[in-house]
């Protein structure tokens, strides 16, 4: 049924949004890369997510936002009502704030049969790694080609351009597995330039906001 949510108080107080991603990323990924390494980092199509200050995240705005929703069958958009106006939160607009592209095409034929060659180099005898795993060992080799880390500059910062996009743009917890998928895409500089990652990210987000408020046997806060 299409029209307004109404929440009541206790329901309304006890729910609380929050960030499962890495908020200090930059922190995290500049204390692995060589200063010629970052700059790579900064001048490719994540960019501008390298570029800002500071990055925080408000989830009591953004609960109050989610209490404004206005129910509709539109599975490409959300709309609420902020003082007696529709405002919608589209996939153009989530295009103008990331600058990531949304709706280019990109051919991934073919990855499924495609080696994982990061996974096979950098964790030998593993069929698959969690984020926390990633993780760990950017922040145990520091400043990339230094002795203690034998890959190469390219290699070190596909590492830590999938660490953002699985911790930032998919804001995975520690302990979800990293996309074989996505690690295949990164690998190959073509393909990850190319690739829709604007549309991506905005569908994860999207599913994560219809579904935020909605009660979950599982979990006490969602």
């Not at 180099?121 to 145990?140: A, M």
């Not at 979800?176 to 991506?200: A, P, T, Y």
Request: aromatic share 14%.
């Amino acid at each position: 049924m299409e029209g307004d949510r109404v929440f009541k108080f206790d329901v309304w107080r006890n729910f609380m949004v929050y960030w499962k991603g890495d908020l200090q990323y930059k922190k995290t990924i500049k204390s692995f890369l060589s200063n010629r390494q970052w700059k790579k980092l900064r001048d490719s199509i994540f960019g501008n997510f390298f570029r800002l200050q500071s990055v925080k995240f408000c989830g009591k705005l953004i609960h109050c936002i989610l209490l404004l929703e206005i129910i509709n069958n539109d599975p490409d958009s959300m709309t609420f009502k902020v003082f007696d106006r529709e405002i919608k939160f589209t996939r153009d607009a989530f295009h103008i704030i990331t600058g990531l592209k949304c709706y280019s095409s990109s051919d991934i034929k073919g990855l499924y049969e495609k080696e994982n060659r990061l996974l096979k180099v950098y964790f030998p005898g593993k069929d698959r790694v969690e984020l926390g795993d990633l993780f760990n060992f950017i922040t145990s080799h520091p400043h990339g080609t230094a002795a203690t880390f034998v890959g190469s500059d390219d290699d070190a910062v596909k590492l830590e351009t999938i660490y953002f996009v699985e911790s930032v743009l998919m804001g995975k917890r520690k302990n979800r597995n990293v996309s074989e998928q996505i690690m295949k895409i990164v690998d190959d500089d073509e393909l990850c330039s190319s690739f829709n990652w604007g549309s991506l990210s905005y569908e994860t987000l999207l599913k994560s906001l219809k579904s935020c408020l909605k009660p979950n046997e599982n979990e006490t806060e969602k």
